[in-house]
């Protein structure tokens, strides 16, 4: 009988045996601000649509060398994948080895299923890491019900997210914030439900 009760409870047992090495052993939190910007490949990914790739290389990329001269390492978009890999594993490949991530959304990215994939393995990066390292850009207003789900998760758990205006107060304040979540990956208290 009571082997059969241990049978039947072992997931219980087996978490409350987890629960009581954790108290006894305790466990190191891993903390993303000890980890600096040159400690990785990539010092800032840009992922976009390739529909946008005009805007990056017109708008984006000259204000970053303009405004923030020691970003030297940047990979812009499906350029630095390495062509060596399969294009998933180039993806994860470049997010894992990138301080910050930034996915540029708008309205053609929204039905395309390659750029969905590709915010679904950066959020699952941000999961495994438990790091902060996901920034959303929006170029364009893009109607709720046209979000991917995991976007409209992502913006629910008040995650860094900017909108790109034509004026030049609101550009004003999206260099400023930038350059605030460029400073640090902040560690992370829950997960996405991926």
Not at 144 to 152: G, H, I, K, T
């Given at each position: ?23 006894v052993l305790g466990y ?75 996915l540029l959304l708008s ?32 170029l364009d207003d893009i ?52």
């Open positions: 009988m009571t082997g059969f009760l241990i049978y039947r409870k072992r997931w219980w047992l087996n978490y409350k045996i987890f629960l009581l090495k954790l108290f190191e939190q891993h903390d993303g601000e000890d980890l600096q910007a040159d400690d990785y490949e990539y010092q800032l990914n840009i992922m976009c649509h390739d529909d946008d790739d005009d805007w990056v290389h017109g708008v984006l990329r000259p204000a970053l060398e303009e405004r923030m001269p020691h970003l030297q390492r940047v990979a812009y978009g499906d350029d630095a994948l390495r062509v060596s890999m399969y294009y998933i594993d180039a993806v994860y490949h470049i997010i894992d080895n990138s301080y910050k991530t930034v309205n053609h990215c929204a039905d395309d299923a390659w750029f969905i994939t590709k915010v679904r393995v950066a959020l699952e990066h941000v999961n495994e890491t438990g790091l902060d390292k996901v920034m959303l850009v929006f109607p709720d019900e046209r979000l991917p789900y995991l976007v409209r998760l992502f913006l629910s758990r008040d995650r860094p997210n900017l909108l790109w205006t034509e004026d030049h107060d609101g550009q004003d304040f999206f260099w400023a914030y930038f350059e605030k979540c460029m400073r640090t990956n902040p560690q992370i208290n829950h997960v996405l439900p991926i």
